[in-house]
């Protein structure tokens, strides 16, 4: 099956600075794909790629297969969404901006209105002028012009930026039944609860680069091994695991002890804590956050991660 989203060695310069280095890119038909990074990574410049909106000095991009720098416009049928914040006309009310929409859209696009403002909650306000909308009913609007392009492919842009917790819970239950309904979805954020809340694939992107790319739950599977202790003795039982074959990284702390082992390891360090008298309160198998593992993968210098420094997304 064609990709929705193929992009390989995608490079943006300004000057000296680097802004996005030699990205790749697969986002495959039907994954809500999460493309996570600091603010200043280069997450919407090589969105803007992604859409043919500015040339990148070396790689290529193809939406479903086709190269929008080659076939314009057509390249970008079945594709919709907002690259920063949508923008409306602001004395006009949401219908008359969306009626607006579907007429330079043409084609059916005038008779998915009154869906689109269902999907997005917006049917009650459809009349009232865009000024004096919320930042959050401006996004959800932006998700109802680009839906009535009838899209496989929608790409947002940090949709829950400036959002209060309301409007942010709202966004991602909207994200989610789109999702659901089975649309391809690209999701460029620097929120780690946003990504792991919506996200099964994603992209870790610091400093232009990809460090990671693949499933989510891959990633966090691969911290697995580590385990939270707390007994009727945790001084004595870390001497113990310190001694324990298999058992590593024993640390001690007012929350009890952390260790890694397998769980053959662990087995026979209850069996040992048993046998010299310890009791166990807890034994909790523990994996990294997705907050965790994007700071051991972006944190750093740049010359640690062998990039250039942070430029403006």
Request: net charge negative; glycine share 10%.
């Amino acid at each position: 099956m064609t990709a929705a989203i193929e992009a390989r060695g995608l490079v943006k310069r300004y000057g000296e600075i680097t802004a996005v280095d030699h990205v790749d890119l697969t986002v495959r038909s039907g994954d809500v794909y999460g493309y996570l990074g600091p603010n200043g990574a280069g997450k919407t410049t090589s969105l803007r790629m992604l859409l043919g909106l500015i040339r990148p000095d070396e790689g290529s991009a193809r939406l479903f297969g086709h190269d929008p720098l080659v076939e314009g416009a057509r390249a970008l049928d079945g594709v919709a969404g907002f690259v920063e914040a949508p923008r409306f006309y602001p004395y006009m009310s949401a219908r008359k901006n969306l009626e607006f929409v579907a007429a330079l859209d043409g084609g059916d696009a005038a008779e998915r209105i009154d869906e689109a403002l269902d999907t997005v909650d917006l049917t009650k306000r459809q009349h009232d002028k865009v000024r004096g909308y919320s930042h959050g009913m401006k996004q959800r609007l932006g998700i109802a012009g680009a839906l009535l392009r009838d899209p496989k492919l929608l790409l947002l842009d940090e949709p829950t930026t400036g959002l209060d917790p309301a409007g942010m819970r709202d966004m991602r239950a909207l994200v989610h039944r789109l999702a659901e309904d089975g649309l391809t979805v690209l999701l460029s954020s620097h929120l780690m609860s946003e990504v792991e809340d919506l996200c099964d694939r994603v992209a870790i992107v610091t400093r232009g680069r990809v460090v990671y790319e693949g499933a989510l739950d891959e990633l966090i599977a691969t911290t697995a091994g580590r385990y939270d202790l707390r007994t009727t003795n945790d001084a004595e039982a870390a001497m113990i695991a310190r001694r324990a074959h298999g058992i590593a990284g024993v640390t001690v702390s007012n929350a009890g002890i952390a260790f890694e082992g397998d769980e053959v390891a662990v087995a026979h360090l209850t069996l040992e804590l048993a046998q010299a008298g310890i009791g166990l309160r807890a034994l909790v198998p523990r994996t990294a956050t997705l907050e965790e593992l994007f700071f051991r993968m972006t944190e750093g210098t740049p010359e640690q991660n062998g990039s250039q420094p942070l430029v403006p997304a």
